[in-house]
């Protein structure tokens, strides 16, 4: 599940969607079980498959012309509740970014304590995007954690984004927040000596 985190060049997977909530990414009655695998089967569930389970050919993960590490969304993306199984389906099924115009602050939280980075665009540029992969679904973006900037390869559109310093450190390096402070101990440890426990 962690893997270090540089850059990223994809396709994408658009959802030109306002207002996704976290009940629609993952349904309340799948979160029974609190391991984070298996979730990303029923990622938008009720909007892949019919009653009867059968995929719904019209719902763009059902749809073979678009694929990729990066999931492209509408505005106000991750609202509703703070459920955390909502990133976990997100990262199951395969996405590394997440790029939306803007993110619900406890889901964009939540993606990024399971190694999805969600990417905050200008309106103008997220238009643009959806523009690019609506004229051709090879579009691919280039986001480099690094610099903090995302690029639309197919017009060179380019714009930089925010992210916390800390968790910024924790997705380059690949550990959660536990794993970050065991590799602190020896500061941790040195601090005590000289300040005293």
């Excluded at 498959?49 to 995929?55: A, C, I, R």
Aim: one cysteine or more.
């Amino acid at each position: 599940m962690k893997e270090k985190f540089s850059v990223v060049t994809s396709t994408c997977v658009p959802l030109p969607m306002e207002n996704v909530d976290t009940d629609q990414i993952i349904p309340a009655r799948f979160l029974k079980v609190t391991s984070r695998d298996g979730f990303g089967e029923n990622l938008f569930r009720d909007w892949r498959y019919d009653k009867e389970g059968n995929p719904i050919k019209d719902f763009v993960l059902n749809d073979p012309t678009y694929s990729g590490q990066v999931l492209v969304a509408g505005k106000n993306f991750g609202c509703g509740s703070s459920r955390e199984h909502a990133a976990w389906a997100i990262h199951d099924y395969g996405f590394r970014v997440v790029v939306s115009s803007f993110f619900a602050d406890i889901h964009r939280n939540n993606e990024l304590n399971s190694f999805v980075l969600p990417v905050t665009v200008s309106e103008a540029f997220l238009l643009r995007l959806f523009s690019s992969i609506e004229a051709d679904p090879n579009t691919q973006v280039r986001v480099d954690l690094e610099a903090q900037t995302i690029t639309n390869l197919a017009n060179g559109d380019i714009e930089n984004f925010e992210i916390n310093p800390y968790k910024k450190q924790c997705l380059a390096e690949g550990l959660d927040d536990i794993e970050y402070l065991l590799t602190r101990r020896g500061d941790t440890a040195e601090y005590e000596r000289v300040n005293g426990k």
